[in-house]
């Protein structure tokens, strides 16, 4: 049975720029953790290379409070190498990212695309998440400001 998806989060790995991970070896890391697969369902390398993580039919495990009608989406990298966030995209991973994006939205016309940062609480109440209120950076960059750049409806 298909689940209703009403957000599709990117998120990053939080890993130095230039340091190539795969599927598997994230999905190792979440295993260790006690997770029963990657956390997320999709997975884009540094070299553009798109890899299909957790089923799309089962929850994700990437964003607390969210995962039941979500999809998730990382890129590899995140950190610059004096080890603070940092947009780290290479070209193939903003290509891939944006194609993959395009369809995932196809699939799921109503949700919306946010960041992970995005879904931090409104701590102060005035309607929208502002950068001294995320409790993480992830993905270190603005989803609906590049998705509105790429053409793509964030909602």
């Not at 190539?20 to 070896?25: A, C, D, G, K, R």
């Not at 993959?100 to 995005?118: Q, S, T, V």
Request: glycine share 10%.
């Amino acid at each position: 049975m298909k689940r209703a998806i009403t957000l599709i989060a990117v998120h990053c790995t939080a890993t130095v720029e230039g340091r190539p991970f795969t599927v598997e070896s994230i999905r190792s890391m979440h295993k260790a953790q006690g997770w029963s697969d990657i956390g997320y369902h999709w997975l884009i390398g540094i070299n553009g290379e798109v890899w299909a993580g957790r089923p799309e039919a089962v929850q994700g495990s990437h964003i607390k409070g969210h995962n039941r009608d979500s999809i998730g989406i990382c890129y590899v990298g995140g950190i610059g190498r004096d080890g603070k966030a940092k947009d780290t995209r290479t070209p193939a991973q903003l290509a891939a990212l944006k194609t993959l994006l395009e369809m995932k939205r196809a699939e799921n016309p109503a949700a919306k695309i946010r960041g992970h940062r995005d879904m931090s609480p409104d701590a102060d109440g005035d309607g929208k998440v502002e950068p001294h209120e995320w409790l993480k950076m992830c993905p270190c960059f603005d989803v609906v400001s590049w998705c509105k750049a790429q053409g793509i409806d964030p909602l």
